[in-house]
């Protein structure tokens, strides 16, 4: 008999059933909850509550328009709440937004079991995992995660089949998640967007004082933000300003030391001289970059000439490849081709000293920086002081800090992009898309989703007046937009609330 060929994936019960869940067509709309926008075309009257009461779910219709997109009026804000379930919202934006969102950054459940403000707790008892999905399979013996993760990879695969959906061809994705369900994430990304596109596993010192009440093992430190792209290959490197990201995270980059010197194109730092430091390109492997750089310090013409020609130009100064100590080798290579010198010696600085020349390649990009895959700055603490400034202390136990939303829009982001989040929180995206754009000039749009699920009656946000986790996204993002149009009346600091219609609606 042969044997079955084996596949390679991630499998769980319930897989079937989650998949047809994301091909569902939506069974509702999207209304206007004009009370609750802000800002022009938006119908509202003032916006907000203003006193942190919430109103339960946004109730109240407009009568419903079903676009999204918040941008059917030409002066009117870009940005948009939504309030309800985002497998729904997801199904929805696929038809109204396939291709539109540059950036995608969730912040979902991550399954820890604990006792939040929204339920973060998808692990199933022996019984109900048997009345849902029959039997374990006798392959999955009582620790092999089944009961603890099914579920939330069920919850988590349309809704990130959804994403793939909405997400631009050269959009990136963020998923912030710890190591509960980092493993089970990745292979879902893996599976759904393409392993090649599982572009890095950012880690995020959330708080190195360590968490003293871990139950064994060590004190965790960290997180993840895992990156995913629609297309590796057509996303661009995560550069940022080298300054912004030593002020926020020093002890990951070192100030920039480079003096910034200026010609007549601009500014620009030296960091490199012309030459291949590493001494395997030379004449042998790469014979075409070996040859004589000829400098006239007068009228700044350049020149190249072979090797071995030693023939002398009047009033130029010449510059031999740099020596090779390597066995029976004399040269190393030049990084730049003949051509290239020649026709872009504007960006090249040439260090005449009495015969001899220096060469040296000129970057113009003078504050510019690859993001790092390590993030150490911005703490759990910093995201509960930025709710604090707004008067929210204590309201939501989660939120991400601003500046480390800021990062990862500022490198994956720009011009008028739409970032989404649909699993908004406390809405601190919208925030830091408020402040980034406030920052670079940029007109970034965000769209957030969040469900109206009901707060705890004994928290803090139960206190304060509010019924939902939704109604403290919106009052969130409100106070933030009014700080942030304060001093920067030129950002798009409206926004548009809707929701789900109900059946009978
Ligand atoms: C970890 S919190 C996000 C925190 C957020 N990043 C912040 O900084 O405040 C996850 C959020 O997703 C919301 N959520 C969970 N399931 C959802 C669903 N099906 N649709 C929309 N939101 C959902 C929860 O209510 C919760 O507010």
Request: proline letters at 5%; charged letters at 25%.
């Amino acid at each position: 008999m042969t044997e079955a060929p084996e596949r390679y994936g991630l499998m769980w019960p319930g897989k079937r059933a989650a998949a047809r869940s994301a091909q569902a067509r939506a069974s509702t709309r999207l209304i206007d909850v004009p009370e609750l926008s802000v800002g022009p075309g938006t119908s509202d009257s003032g916006g907000g509550t203003g006193d942190g009461a919430g109103d339960s779910d946004g109730a109240g219709d407009s009568g419903g328009t079903g676009n999204s997109s918040g941008t059917s009026e030409s002066n009117s804000t870009g940005n948009t709440i939504i309030v309800g379930d985002n497998l729904e919202v997801l199904r929805l934006l696929r038809d109204t937004h396939a291709g539109a969102v540059k950036l995608i950054y969730i912040d979902p459940p991550y399954n820890t079991r604990s006792d939040f403000v929204y339920n973060d707790d998808f692990s199933i008892g022996v019984r109900e995992f048997r009345d849902r999905h029959g039997p374990h399979d006798p392959r999955d013996g009582p620790d092999s995660g089944a009961r603890l993760h099914a579920d939330w990879l069920s919850m988590m695969y349309p809704r990130l089949i959804l994403a793939r959906e909405v997400l631009a061809s050269d959009g990136v994705g963020f998923v912030s998640i710890d190591g509960n369900e980092v493993a089970q994430l990745k292979l879902m990304l893996a599976e759904v967007f393409g392993a090649r596109n599982v572009v890095a596993t950012i880690v995020w010192v959330s708080n190195l004082k360590g968490r003293q009440i871990s139950i064994g093992g060590p004190a965790g430190t960290h997180e993840y933000i895992v990156c995913f792209a629609r297309d590796a290959e057509a996303i661009a490197r995560f550069r940022g300003s080298g300054s912004e990201f030593h002020e926020r995270m020093p002890a990951v980059y070192r100030r920039p030391g480079y003096r910034v010197k200026h010609d007549e194109h601009g500014p620009y730092v030296t960091k490199n001289e012309l030459y291949n430091t590493n001494s395997r390109f030379n004449e042998r492997t790469a014979p075409t970059l070996v040859y004589r750089i000829h400098f006239n310090p007068t009228t700044g013409e350049v020149r190249v000439s072979d090797v071995d020609d030693d023939t002398e130009f009047p009033g130029f100064v010449t510059a031999l490849p740099h020596p090779n100590h390597r066995d029976g080798l004399r040269w190393h290579a030049w990084r730049w081709s003949r051509a290239k010198v020649l026709a872009d010696s504007d960006d090249l600085e040439f260090e005449v000293s009495g015969a001899s020349l220096r060469i040296r390649t000129k970057v113009r990009d003078v504050d510019g920086m690859t993001l790092k895959d390590v993030i150490l700055g911005p703490t759990t603490a910093e995201g509960q002081a930025d709710l604090d400034a707004l008067g929210m202390r204590h309201l939501f136990e989660t939120p991400k800090p601003v500046s480390l939303l800021r990062t990862l829009i500022a490198v994956a982001s720009d011009d008028d992009d739409l970032v989404l989040d649909f699993f908004a929180g406390s809405g601190s995206t919208a925030q830091a898309v408020l402040e980034q754009n406030a920052a670079d000039g940029a007109r970034r749009r965000f769209m957030l989703v969040q469900l109206p699920e009901p707060v705890s009656p004994r928290s803090d946000a139960a206190r304060a007046g509010f019924e939902t986790v939704a109604a403290l996204t919106v009052e969130r993002v409100r106070r933030a937009a009014e700080r942030v149009g304060q001093n920067h009346p030129t950002v798009d600091c409206g926004f548009r609330v809707q929701r789900l219609a109900t059946a009978s609606e």
